[in-house]
């Protein structure tokens, strides 16, 4: 049990599909991330909330939509995704910049 | 633009040696560095937090050392044991240009412990 809670682990989508990946995290953060890995590359920073507003989006195709109804919570909205959108996607929460970051244990996502 | 390099990608080791994993990175203006541990298709678990003014952290069988100004920082794994056998990723904390945070991971070392 990590704090950081991800579902589904499991995804496998159509192209044509929309999904979303819910992340929950127990540990009265106020910051929570997306995060994804793709083989054999560093992780990559999505996007970042900070206290429900969004802070950062690193350039991410719209086709990803992110959500932050509360400090608790953060969705990722999926549509019309593509192939190389396959990988494992990591939500993470820290009690604000500077802390140690806790991870989820992510939800793998096959894009068929 | 930070860039963090774990060499090398892939190290097996016999149960009880000592190993050091590394990490370097390119921009000494960092705010901390942490070392996460990675298991098979499962998240990342933190392990050490340490921070640009501190030259090394310890959790038991662990040492995180950090040297800013060359760029480095080891991971020490004592009397190494099965269980350790995960990918190790190291990440460092800076601030973008919006001063903004950001953690810059790098690829990883995949450790086997051989029993």
């Known amino acids: 049990e990590t704090g950081v809670t991800q579902t589904p682990r499991h995804l496998v989508m159509g192209m044509t599909n929309k999904k979303s990946l819910k992340c929950e995290q127990h540990l009265g953060h106020n910051a929570m991330y997306w995060y994804k890995q793709s083989a054999k590359k560093p992780l990559e920073l999505m996007f970042v909330?900070?206290?429900?507003?969004?802070?950062e989006n690193n350039s991410v195709p719209s086709r990803f939509s992110p959500e932050c109804p509360n400090s608790s919570h953060l969705f990722l909205h999926l549509h019309t995704l593509q192939p190389e959108d396959s990988a494992l996607y990591l939500c993470?929460?820290?009690?604000?910049?500077?802390?140690?970051?806790?991870f989820g244990e992510g939800s793998w996502l096959t894009v068929v | 633009k930070q860039e963090v390099t774990q060499i090398p990608a892939a190290l097996s080791v016999p149960e009880g040696e000592n190993l050091v994993l590394n990490c370097s990175f390119t921009?000494?203006?960092?705010?901390?560095l942490q070392w996460f541990r990675q298991d098979p298709g499962k998240g990342l678990t933190s392990l050490l937090l340490?921070?640009?003014?501190?030259r090394e952290q310890t959790s038991g069988r662990l040492n995180a050392s950090l040297d800013k100004s060359s760029g480095r920082s080891t991971l020490y794994i004592a009397a190494s044991q099965p269980g350790d056998s995960a990918t190790y990723l190291c990440a460092v904390r800076g601030y973008n240009n919006f001063g903004n945070e950001k953690l810059t991971f790098g690829t990883g070392t995949r450790l086997t412990i051989i029993p």
């Open positions: 993470a929460s820290s009690q604000g910049p500077g802390n140690t970051i806790y």
């Open positions: 921009d000494s203006a960092i705010y901390n």
């Open positions: 909330y900070s206290l429900e507003e969004r802070v």
């Open positions: 340490i921070q640009s003014s501190q």
